[in-house]
């Protein structure tokens, strides 16, 4: 019972973010769509909620949060019965959409037997979210002791404070409803991709690469799942929604949600920021999207600094970068981005984008994939011996800029068929 209860929580999510309903291009969107933009957008707004909690010194309680949570849901109902929905299109499955399922399944099958179960969801995103039910809030106390730096108390704590969200109704931590949140997740990734981009071949590329990396990296209920996800809404957002006032929020809300995972987060928001100057001179969305990012980072990196707990940030300053560092890291980077597939994954789309011709149409998307890179060999080139370091995370990293290689692909022959809610973003 507690892991069916824990589960039902994680369900609950797309229900509080209900008000992103209202914006245009999910209005346009068939439901599948649109509860799956409403589950990041959920999960942002419980975690504000609970983190407000904290800084207020309100203990989590469950008649508190049901009482701060119903009210948005219902001035959220209020806002979209004034929008309804412009799409009633309802779709029979076809042979992509069962091919997608097969992979979900498999992903399931895989997290919920520990094939594909991080390690660090019980170290430390476990842990945390265990540790911050029982003190009712996110404890600074225990951020701050030094026995806690196994903790990583520096990571942004967004991910276990939405793990605690699901112990708030159950008796006992439940580590299977949370390892059952990656196949959600991936399941969202395929409604957000396919609605936008009408591609049912491409969303299936999309889906099966992202669930073979999670299996080859042990990535189930770790951070990087939840973090493709807002990538992915924002990637989508800025490549296929021609609605610019939506572009911008559905942006600014995977923005948020990325920074609000990990460090990672951030450089992809600077990445997608960076992309829009270069390939759209779109400096306005570029602002909005990435003051988003910027606002979470920033308070988070405040508070880390105000209370003495940025480990990682003063590790940077210690380890600078270092330009002799890239060959090395480059080497390493390279065999670790092979998936065990001989790097299929990376020779598949860019042939496919070759062989459409369409570069331009792929150009903002493949401008925040070698950004992301960029961005990874940066932060390895530092000290003196990044092996360890890359063996152990680069495989996780190098999946934000696999995703957006994906979605090019899926942008370069977007002009070939008429997605159900726009076509793909024109230069």
Known sequence: MTDIVAAISFLL???????????????????????????????????????????????????????????????????????????????????????????????????????ETSSDLFYFWGPKAVRFFRE??????????????????????????????????????????????????????AAIVHAYSGDGAGTLLVIATLAHAIAITWAAGAGEPPLLLFETL????????????????????????????????????????????????????????????ALVFGGWFLFTRMFGISETYALLRQFPFRAAMVPRVLALIVPAGSYEMGWLSWIVPLALIALSGQWRRAALPLTISLLTICAATFFYSRGNDPTWWIATSAPRVLMTPLLALDIAVLAASGMKRASPVTEAARL
């Open 136 to 189: 009712g809030g996110i404890s600074l106390e225990f951020l701050r002791r030094p026995d806690s730096a196994p903790f990583h108390p520096d990571y942004p704590p967004f991910l276990s404070v939405i793990y605690a969200w699901s112990h708030t109704f159950t008796p006992q931590f439940s580590f299977s409803a949370v390892l059952l949140t990656t196949p959600l997740i991936l399941m969202a990734i």
């Open 234 to 293: 924002t990637i989508v957002a800025i490549t296929f929604v021609n609605d610019s006032r939506s572009q911008a929020i559905l942006g600014a809300i995977g923005a948020a949600g990325a920074a609000a995972m990990k460090i990672e987060g951030t450089t992809f928001v600077i990445a997608v920021v960076i992309g829009l100057v270069l390939v759209r001179r779109d400096f306005r969305r570029a602002a909005l999207i990435g003051a988003a990012g």
């Open 13 to 115: 999510l797309p229900l509080f973010g209900v008000a992103v309903w209202g914006v245009d291009a999910a209005r346009r969107a068939p439901w599948t769509a649109r509860v799956a933009i409403s589950a990041p957008a959920g999960a942002l707004v419980v975690a504000a909620v609970m983190t407000a909690m904290s800084i207020a010194q309100l203990t989590w309680s469950r008649t508190a949060m049901i009482v701060a949570l119903s009210v948005i849901v219902i001035g959220s109902m209020a806002f979209v019965a004034k929008r309804p929905p412009l799409s009633t299109a309802r779709r029979a499955p076809d042979g992509w959409t069962m091919a997608v399922v097969i992979f979900v399944v498999l992903t399931a099958y895989g997290s919920l037997t520990a094939r």
